[in-house]
Nanobody, 115 residues
């Protein structure tokens, strides 16, 4: 079955950086578009960043220039590098198979930006 295992979340001060990783199994990873979504308390889930099988990327306007999504097909892993983190980036971050249309969700990893 499909498994998406996220790691790398945690507590970071404003202005800090984190890198999230998501190891995927049960899919043909190199053929799959992948994404990172997030859900903050009291808010709807939103697409933060996505990457196509060919490496094309897209970002939410709120994170553009601060976050970078990348993939390593040899490791079946997708990454989200986050810089200049803000308190409003606090959320549970979910790895997904699919960008705009999500087929599978990971269990989520908490990112908290606070001093």
């Amino acid at each position: 079955q499909v498994q998406l295992v996220e790691s790398g979340g945690g507590l970071v001060q404003p202005g800090g950086s984190l890198r999230l990783s998501c190891a995927a199994s049960g899919i043909i990873f190199s053929s799959a578009a992948m994404g990172w979504h997030r859900q903050a308390p009291g808010k709807q889930r939103e697409l933060v960043a996505g990457i196509s099988s060919g490496g094309n990327t897209n970002y939410a306007s709120s994170v553009k220039g601060r976050f970078t999504i990348s993939r390593d097909n040899a490791k079946n892993t997708v990454y989200l590098q986050m810089h200049s983190l803000k308190p409003e980036d606090t959320a549970v971050y979910y790895c997904t198979v699919g960008r705009f249309q999500v087929n599978y969700w990971g269990q989520g990893t908490q990112v908290t930006v606070s001093s």
